[in-house]
């Protein structure tokens, strides 16, 4: 069976009150918002800087961390993953540049 976002996801929220030592994740709640988003933040500039290197390796490896360190600080939120891929399910009704102009100039 092929591992999904979903199930990562799952598999996170499970941790939060997890009393395991051994879970980074619970560590990661543990210290809260403010480390993970941090640590969402360095793990997207190595993403880019992977990218900026063209080396595909460690794009996939350091965007697999982004992903990550994204779900814990969601969950950390209570924001469940399906509101966010509900959020981009609504923006298929328009392209990119269009929604870009809806929001104003400038940003
Ligand atoms: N997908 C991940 C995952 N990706 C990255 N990481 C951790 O994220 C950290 C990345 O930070 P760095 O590269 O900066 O490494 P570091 O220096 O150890 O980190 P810090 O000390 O700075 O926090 C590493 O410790 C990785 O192990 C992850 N930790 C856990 N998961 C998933 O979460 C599940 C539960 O993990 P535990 O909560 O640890 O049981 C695992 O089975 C995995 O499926």
Request: charged share 25%; aromatic share 4%.
């Amino acid at each position: 069976m092929t591992f999904t976002l979903d199930d990562l996801a799952t598999l996170i929220a499970s941790r939060r009150n997890d009393s395991a030592s051994t879970s980074y994740t619970k560590s990661l709640f543990d210290a809260g918002t403010p480390r993970i988003a941090k640590k969402l933040g360095e793990e997207a500039v190595e993403t880019v800087i992977a990218a900026m290197e063209g080396d595909r390796k460690a794009i996939v490896s350091e965007t697999a961390d982004v992903l990550y360190h994204l779900l814990v600080l969601l969950e950390a939120q209570d924001i469940p993953l399906s509101e966010v891929v509900a959020e981009l399910g609504r923006r298929t009704a328009q392209s990119g540049l269009a929604e870009k102009a809806s929001r104003g100039a400038g940003e």
